[in-house]
């Protein structure tokens, strides 16, 4: 371990320990929630076109995709695997430049989400229109209770949270950035070794 050093070694370790962690806790929730018969009644579409099984499928490979990297930077920095450490840097780095670009298309289609929104809010007070009595005077003592439409009050939510969510982003681009420049100290310091 002459050329390499120790904290550095082990913070990485720790680091991607704690990555692998959060990937196994997202994996057996996602995989809970879909096979589950609690998670088929919380996610039954009912009579909507959407399909609420995506997230969840998504939810998985997210799971799988950060349990996989906390692996291979685990066991990179322990075992001073240039191999390993590499392909850790690379998958970090694509998961890095995905939310940099799904940021720059969500505030380039800012007002094609709107229009989704409103279509999806749209179709789905057709569905109400066509329920029984019971589920209209349901509908009638909401409509008394909440004077202001569901997408002012979505739209205000969004608003009120939007810096929360950058805050959240660019807090994870920065330990992403970390990661990336720790791994490839790392890498070049095996090399040198």
Sequence with gaps: MAGVSGCLKYS???FNFLFWLCGIVILAIAIWVRVSKDGQEILSPGDSSTNPYVSVNILIAVGSV???LGFLGCCGAVKESRCMLLLFFIGLLL???LQVAAGILGATFKSES???LNETLYENVKLLE????DAKAFQKALAEFQEEPCISLIKDVVAKHILIVIGIAFGLAVIEILGLVFSMVLYCQIGNK
Aim: no cysteine; hydrophobic share 75%; aromatic share 6%.
């Design 12 to 14: 990485m370790f720790i």
């Design 66 to 68: 950060i349990m996989i």
């Design 95 to 97: 998961i890095l430049l």
């Design 114 to 116: 709107e229009r989704i």
């Design 130 to 133: 066509a329920a029984d009595n």
